[in-house]
């Protein structure tokens, strides 16, 4: 009997290596992120058949992994419907085979806000029952809402979704449309 990292290491690499599926070994690397395949991937890594045999129509058995020319783990595969099992020699030989897989990845695009963007002081909402507050603006005057004039749902007629009755602290309720009903930012005092 040969230890496995033993045989592993004494691999015939004489007859050419094997291309390195990605995805299994993007999966046993905990990469969530979907990398570009490296232009010099098929150079750096590669793999040599241990053990193999045909099912079907496919190669599977057990392949060494290398990674610049050095030993870095294993891929299994008994059956070609099977997934294959990845495993490595080392945490350090993992992290340096992670490592650089990540280097594909491209630094991610954010959206960032300008210094210059402005926004209004004020908002409104489109239908009542929308409505999370009691406080708004109407014709510059600050308004109470009646929360019985809001028609919530489909009852009603489809225009007065979008209708409510407000009264200010000197006139009487009335009713408006809700793009005229300013609702102020929510900002500290």
């Not at 999966?27 to 150079?43: G, H, V």
């Not at 109407?138 to 009646?146: A, I, L, M």
Request: hydrophobic share 35%; with cysteine.
């Amino acid at each position: 009997m040969l230890k496995l990292l033993d045989a592993l290491a004494r691999v015939d690499r004489s007859q050419g290596s094997s291309w390195v599926d990605f995805e299994p070994l993007q999966q046993a690397l905990r990469i969530t992120d979907y990398p570009n395949i490296p232009t010099d991937y098929e150079t750096r890594v590669q793999s040599y058949w241990l053990i193999k045999w045909m099912c079907t129509d496919t190669w599977v058995g057990l392949r060494a992994i290398y990674f610049d020319n050095q030993l870095a783990g294993m891929i299994w595969q008994d059956a070609r419907k099977n997934d294959p099992e990845v495993k490595f020699i080392s945490h350090d030989r993992a992290h340096l085979l992670r490592k650089y897989l990540m280097s594909a990845v491209p630094e991610p695009e954010f959206a960032i806000i300008p210094e210059t963007e402005e926004i209004s002081d004020t908002y409104h909402v489109t239908y009542g029952s929308e409505l999370l507050v009691d406080q708004g603006i109407y014709n510059e005057q600050p308004v109470t809402v009646n929360k019985s004039s809001i028609v919530h749902g489909y009852d009603g007629d489809p225009d007065s979704w979008s209708k409510i009755k407000v009264r200010s602290t000197n006139s009487e309720e009335v009713e408006i449309d809700l793009e005229d009903f300013h609702i102020p930012l929510h900002l500290q005092k």
